[in-house]
């Protein structure tokens, strides 16, 4: 599996951004699909993710309301909506996959994952 994420760059506090991450192979195939970020000295952390057959995405309390992820299977693409940016965003964001159905409380823990993107960088400024 290879996953590509793109999207990052540098916005102020308010902004917005969208990620993009393009996954190799059937995109219907991967049953979960996620975002991750790691800011620099902490450790990474599951920030939103989608379960197929579930009844909606789940996101991290710290991004709820302000970031929205999506998938699109017909791109081979999922993405991740980021509005209303804040400084505490700032992080490398990475996407991962499972082919299976990931339980709930799993969805947005690193160990979770094997698959995973290079990572796009976000710098939000004050």
């Known amino acids: 599996v290879q996953l590509q994420a793109s999207g990052g760059g540098l916005v102020q506090a308010g902004g917005s951004l969208r990620l993009s991450c393009t996954a190799s192979g059937i995109a219907s195939d991967y049953q979960t699909v996620a975002w991750f970020r790691q800011a620099p000295g902490k450790e990474r952390e599951g920030v939103s993710c989608i379960r197929s057959g579930s009844n909606g995405p789940t996101y991290a309390d710290s991004v709820k309301g302000r970031f929205t992820i999506s998938r699109d299977n017909a791109k081979n693409t999922m993405y991740l909506q980021m509005n209303s940016l804040r400084p505490e965003d700032t992080a490398v964001y990475y996407c991962?996959?499972?082919?299976?159905?990931?339980?709930?409380?799993?969805?947005?823990?690193?160990?979770?994952?094997?698959?995973w993107g290079q990572g796009t960088l976000v710098t939000v400024s004050s």
């Open positions: 991962a996959v499972r082919f299976n159905r990931l339980l709930n409380y799993m969805c947005l823990i690193p160990g979770s994952y094997l698959n």
